[in-house]
């Protein structure tokens, strides 16, 4: 909690939220256009594909030194994000729009054409710190962690050497607190900003987090944070959910076949003792960093990447798609350079759908306590197959994964999916006796 003696201060998750599906989108590679006029026209499709929240990739202005690469001022050499376009993780002005996506007005379009769609827009935000050449280089340099001869420098412990690290453990004393929580503020309160996705939020102190949550309800009391980390104690007062990293790179792991699926089991374990009931979790099977460093979903997951994505959408916590994940994107979409997705067929569009319709329908399929805890079924081959279900009040929902290679009969102990009033298959393979090799199957109680 924010005031330890103040009882009536809670963490709570927007009444909306805990059915929520939620779409990343590289407004850059979005379209041919790389605009948010021409993102806007495609709101309705993704509205009709179930989303719920659409996280829109760093919109501000970035540095010179980002966009055409070679030094900054400080002579460290922009080794990351030197593409064409840049990396958009290096803000010069966290209140100001870049104008490769438009105007405020035409921001300002995209909200309200999204809201009007049921949508919710959360804004990537990088607030651990800036470009080199950002406006509080200039006229705010005790913002910023400076070297030994008082220059800027960038991140430790890391290789981005393209952005200067900012002072957050002085950040109370040296005004950072303040400015970077009017400049949240200013989204929320003057554009309509539904909430953000806080970048490597782990680097910045939790008790900014929290201050910073608190002024933003004050605007929209259903704000909505996700925080780029795995802290549970960002749940306590900062952030409705967490990026599920471990969870994800099991999912690359086990898809092919580098791991057990014990693994699986195992994580589950340690995820329910480690985190709280009400904590939500992002579960996915791609991203922009893992599309852009790591590869397509073909790529690390082989055959097991559907599967993967039903897991995905059904274990526990809240699904997210990524820009061209329902078109099947098969290339690698590199966010500081260049490219676009072809929209022009969805051959995932109907799947998709269908699994983020599950999350809406099933209660039983929400985040946190609104949802129910996965228990694992007893199959014949736990080591190929993967099986669970999940009950919250008259929602019951079975998903049954088949990992391996070759076919299997299903054998579900205490379980028969194709008995007369019980369940129906909504999802993947509707034989209730036999799963395909890669295959899924996923069945709700009628």
Known sequence: MLNPTDTT????????????????????????????????????????????????????????????????????????????????????????????????EEFDSFIESAHALGLRVILDWVANHTAFDAVWTEEHLAYYLLDSVGGLQPPLGTDWWDVAQLDW????????????????????RDHGVDGFRCDVAMKVPTPFWERVRVALEQVNAEVFM????????????????????????????VAAGEFPIDSLRRYLEREEKRFGRDDYRLLFVTNHDENSWNGTIAERMGENGDAMAVLAGTWFGMPLMYSGQAAGLSKRLRFFEKDTVDFSALPKGAFYTRLNALHHEEQALHAGAAGAWPVEIETAHPEAVYAFSRKKGASEVVVVLNFGDADVELALEGWDLGGIGGFENVLGSADPHRLPAHGYTVWRRN
């Open 169 to 188: 453990e002085n950040g109370e004393e040296n005004g950072l607190y303040a400015a970077m929580e009017s400049a949240m503020v200013f989204w929320v």
């Open 226 to 253: 996700l925080a780029e980390a795995e802290d549970p104690g960002h749940h306590k007062r900062a952030f409705d959910m967490s990026y599920a990293w471990h969870a994800h790179h099991l999912f690359n792991k």
């Open 9 to 104: 201060d809670h963490m709570q998750h927007p009444g909306w939220s805990a059915s929520a599906t939620i779409y990343e989108m590289n407004t850059r590679q979005h379209t041919a256009e790389g605009t948010l006029s021409a993102a806007a026209r495609d709101l309705p499709r993704l509205a009709a594909m179930g989303v719920d929240i659409v996280w829109l990739m760093p919109v501000h202005p970035i540095g010179e030194v980002n966009r055409k690469g070679g030094e900054n001022k400080n002579n460290y050499i922009a080794e990351r994000g030197s593409g064409s376009l840049g990396s958009p993780y290096s803000a010069t002005d966290y209140t100001a729009l870049n104008p490769d996506f438009g105007s405020f």
